[in-house]
């Protein structure tokens, strides 16, 4: 028999492992607990279950196959899904006809065709080389230019353009891909002329989109990179991350740097878990993804604390959103590539050589500024105040408030009065709070059916507690559960598998399970005696209207009889 492509990806992909890509998990019993990467929490009720392979989130109701979580953490279509795994798996799909590919598979081909081209003139052309002689003069090695896929861009207007074109994409695609220019006149021209270019990777290492930068000449803009496009957001990309997960989840650390050079310089070295914010300072986005790789953040830059820089926002929106910073003490204003290059042990040192971001802030605002003075008192109180407030363990900030009162000779309560005046800007944007979610409301007997259900495979036996002329009485989807329970055949996998796992999950001790499938079934024809009682008065009214005394009559006898019943 011939299995279809996704019989096939999902024969070789384990669900643990593709979901392990994205976020981290613990294990719990024969399943995986997470925080949930689609609403946030800090309960986690996310799980994955190997058995099954399905992963579902008891807080928002999320849950399926690796398809659909792909789809869901992409924010893809389920072509697209298929495509990203079909890749991991090594499966291969059917040439599509061109036609049927979506938009955004085509804009994924544009930018793979152009970092070819990149780096095929890097390796060949006579300014290539001059680039890559660049590279590696600034410490980055032949196999760094490899993995990172460097290349080089033509001082030419239409170079990349003509080679896109020459294989059959049209020039609004191209533009469409950030590519290329559309000028006044409408013509287009490349928008990577005379630079070294680095391709921008997403979680999966498909191209999105390029950072070029100068490397001779400082008369034009040192750096020009991608505009947004379908592929490329650069709010929500951190340079270096597609291959820096693993690494962050097994060292438990994120190394964050300002520069892609000094990504690039740092996983050279063995420190394989820096990635870079792309420019930009860091966004909620962002911070979300790091959360599912690890807690714990190590910058690697230069920080102004008294600044209101964009790189200082980012930071403090970390420090709010409960992240454990570190800041890595660099040597005086050296970078971290600058540092690699002259010698690569010196920066396994500096890694080790860190302070907590508290720390960090009160040596820095009291080193420049005298605490004896007023003016002095205000300027380093202005500056940590904000910082404390920030933390969100209560005995962590007394411990930090106390600490600044010392230090400034002031009483402990005049700092704790200032600190209530503080108004923290992520506080008047409301920033990701704990989300609400409201899921499908299930009805009183769904509920109980469900609860009844996930009782019967907690421990299978008790299936013979119920009378099979009953299972019509419950919800079509339960009911077909029940129905194959009772022939001890399989059911379909939905809601089955949801069941099975809720089951797994579901604490419950064994000698309350029987009384608690009593109760279930009690409730359950309480409700169904109920909806008779008001279909037969609804039947006794018309019965009225209509002068059907012997209708009536025999109505009234079932309604006792059933109102009886209930009342047992
Ligand atoms: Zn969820």
Redesign the pocket.
Same mark, same amino acid.
């Given at each position: 028999m011939i299995s279809s492509p996704i019989d096939e990806i999902k024969n070789r992909l384990d669900i643990v492992e593709v979901i392990g890509s994205y976020i981290k998990f613990k294990k719990a019993g024969a399943n995986y607990r997470a925080l /949930?990467p %689609?609403?946030s929490?800090k309960t986690p009720? %996310?799980f994955v279950s190997p058995a099954r392979q399905i992963w579902h /989130?008891f #807080? /928002? #109701?999320?849950g399926g196959d690796i398809f659909g979580f792909v789809k869901e953490i992409e924010g893809v279509e389920f072509g697209d899904a298929l495509r990203i795994l079909a890749q991991k798996a090594g499966v291969e799909l059917k040439r599509q006809r061109p036609e049927l590919k979506t938009e955004r598979q085509r804009l994924y081909e544009i930018c793979e065709w152009a970092t070819r081209f990149f780096e095929k003139q890097l390796a060949g052309s006579s300014s290539g080389k001059e680039a890559k002689k660049y590279l590696l003069s600034r410490g980055i090695t032949e196999e760094s230019i490899e993995k990172w896929r460097l290349g080089y861009s033509p001082d030419v207007w239409q170079s990349l353009s003509d080679f896109l074109t020459s294989k059959g994409y049209k020039k609004e695609e191209i533009e469409k891909a950030g590519l290329s220019i559309k000028s006044e006149k409408g013509s287009f021209y490349d928008r990577f002329r005379g630079r070294i270019v680095f391709p921008i990777f997403d979680l999966n290492s498909q191209v999105v989109g390029f950072s070029g930068r100068i490397f001779k000449s400082p008369d034009t803009a040192k750096y020009v990179n991608t505009p947004n496009t379908l592929l490329y957001d650069k709010s929500r990309i951190l340079y270096g991350l597609d291959k820096a997960k693993v690494a962050i989840r097994k060292k438990d650390a994120c190394i964050l740097v300002e520069g892609n050079t000094d990504v690039i310089m740092s996983h050279q070295t063995g420190s394989e878990n820096a990635v870079a914010t792309s420019g930009t300072a860091l966004t909620p986005f962002q911070l979300k993804i790091l959360k599912r790789y690890s807690n714990n953040l190590l910058i690697g830059f230069d920080m102004d604390v008294a600044g209101e820089t964009a790189t200082k926002r980012g930071i403090d929106l970390a420090q709010t959103q409960g992240f454990d910073i570190k800041v890595i003490r660099l040597p005086e204003g050296k970078d971290p590539a600058e540092i690699i290059s002259k010698n690569p042990k010196e920066w396994e040192k500096t890694l080790t050589s860190t302070v907590s971001i508290l720390d960090f802030y009160f040596e820095t605002a009291f080193a420049n500024r005298d605490p004896k003075t007023p003016e002095g008192k205000k300027e380093i109180s202005k500056i940590l105040l904000p910082v404390i407030k920030r933390i969100p363990n209560e005995i962590e900030k007394s411990y930090w408030v106390q600490k600044l009162a010392k230090n400034l000779e002031v009483k402990e309560e005049d700092v704790e009065a200032e600190l209530k005046k503080v108004k923290l800007e992520e506080d008047i944007y409301g920033l990701e709070p704990e989300e609400t979610?409201n899921l499908p409301q299930k009805s009183r007997k769904e509920l109980l059916e469900e609860r009844l259900l996930i009782l019967i495979l907690k421990s299978p036996q008790n299936i013979n507690l119920i009378d099979e002329g009953k299972v019509s009485c419950f919800s079509p989807p339960y009911q077909e559960v029940l129905s194959k329970l009772i022939k001890k055949q399989s059911p379909e996998p939905e809601p089955f598998n949801y069941l099975s796992l809720k089951a797994e999950i579901e604490e419950i001790e064994e000698k309350d399970i029987l009384p608690d499938i009593q109760f279930c079934l009690k409730e359950i024809q309480c409700l169904e005696i109920k909806k008779r009682l008001d279909q037969i008065s609804q039947e006794i009214k018309k019965a009225e209207e209509d002068k059907n005394s012997q209708k009536i009559e025999e109505l009234t006898r079932e309604f006792t009889k059933l109102a009886k019943e209930i009342s047992l």
């Amino acid at each position: 028999m011939i299995s279809s492509p996704i019989d096939e990806i999902k024969n070789r992909l384990d669900i643990v492992e593709v979901i392990g890509s994205y976020i981290k998990f613990k294990k719990a019993g024969a399943n995986y607990r997470a925080l /949930c990467p %689609f609403h946030s929490e800090k309960t986690p009720s %996310f799980f994955v279950s190997p058995a099954r392979q399905i992963w579902h /989130c008891f #807080g /928002c #109701g999320r849950g399926g196959d690796i398809f659909g979580f792909v789809k869901e953490i992409e924010g893809v279509e389920f072509g697209d899904a298929l495509r990203i795994l079909a890749q991991k798996a090594g499966v291969e799909l059917k040439r599509q006809r061109p036609e049927l590919k979506t938009e955004r598979q085509r804009l994924y081909e544009i930018c793979e065709w152009a970092t070819r081209f990149f780096e095929k003139q890097l390796a060949g052309s006579s300014s290539g080389k001059e680039a890559k002689k660049y590279l590696l003069s600034r410490g980055i090695t032949e196999e760094s230019i490899e993995k990172w896929r460097l290349g080089y861009s033509p001082d030419v207007w239409q170079s990349l353009s003509d080679f896109l074109t020459s294989k059959g994409y049209k020039k609004e695609e191209i533009e469409k891909a950030g590519l290329s220019i559309k000028s006044e006149k409408g013509s287009f021209y490349d928008r990577f002329r005379g630079r070294i270019v680095f391709p921008i990777f997403d979680l999966n290492s498909q191209v999105v989109g390029f950072s070029g930068r100068i490397f001779k000449s400082p008369d034009t803009a040192k750096y020009v990179n991608t505009p947004n496009t379908l592929l490329y957001d650069k709010s929500r990309i951190l340079y270096g991350l597609d291959k820096a997960k693993v690494a962050i989840r097994k060292k438990d650390a994120c190394i964050l740097v300002e520069g892609n050079t000094d990504v690039i310089m740092s996983h050279q070295t063995g420190s394989e878990n820096a990635v870079a914010t792309s420019g930009t300072a860091l966004t909620p986005f962002q911070l979300k993804i790091l959360k599912r790789y690890s807690n714990n953040l190590l910058i690697g830059f230069d920080m102004d604390v008294a600044g209101e820089t964009a790189t200082k926002r980012g930071i403090d929106l970390a420090q709010t959103q409960g992240f454990d910073i570190k800041v890595i003490r660099l040597p005086e204003g050296k970078d971290p590539a600058e540092i690699i290059s002259k010698n690569p042990k010196e920066w396994e040192k500096t890694l080790t050589s860190t302070v907590s971001i508290l720390d960090f802030y009160f040596e820095t605002a009291f080193a420049n500024r005298d605490p004896k003075t007023p003016e002095g008192k205000k300027e380093i109180s202005k500056i940590l105040l904000p910082v404390i407030k920030r933390i969100p363990n209560e005995i962590e900030k007394s411990y930090w408030v106390q600490k600044l009162a010392k230090n400034l000779e002031v009483k402990e309560e005049d700092v704790e009065a200032e600190l209530k005046k503080v108004k923290l800007e992520e506080d008047i944007y409301g920033l990701e709070p704990e989300e609400t979610i409201n899921l499908p409301q299930k009805s009183r007997k769904e509920l109980l059916e469900e609860r009844l259900l996930i009782l019967i495979l907690k421990s299978p036996q008790n299936i013979n507690l119920i009378d099979e002329g009953k299972v019509s009485c419950f919800s079509p989807p339960y009911q077909e559960v029940l129905s194959k329970l009772i022939k001890k055949q399989s059911p379909e996998p939905e809601p089955f598998n949801y069941l099975s796992l809720k089951a797994e999950i579901e604490e419950i001790e064994e000698k309350d399970i029987l009384p608690d499938i009593q109760f279930c079934l009690k409730e359950i024809q309480c409700l169904e005696i109920k909806k008779r009682l008001d279909q037969i008065s609804q039947e006794i009214k018309k019965a009225e209207e209509d002068k059907n005394s012997q209708k009536i009559e025999e109505l009234t006898r079932e309604f006792t009889k059933l109102a009886k019943e209930i009342s047992l």
